[in-house]
């Protein structure tokens, strides 16, 4: 399901916080997606950061990974 919705999707905003590189997880979905990924704001670690406590203020860029 989730796989269909990022192939359909105009535009896929990556927000998977410090924990993201998990058992190699971001660079699966990186392969999967080969597109333009937005993010919101980046981790110390350059990873998309996770909205959560973030300002609302905050617009998408492109992520170069």
Known sequence: A?????T??????AAWGAHGRLYGRDQAVLKLLQRPIYVL???T???PA???YKKSSLTKKVWVA
Do not use: R
């Open 45 to 47: 670690q350059g990873l």
């Open 50 to 52: 996770h909205p959560l």
């Open 2 to 6: 989730y796989l269909s919705m990022m």
């Open 8 to 13: 359909e999707a105009t535009t896929v905003v």
């Open 41 to 43: 704001e980046l981790t």
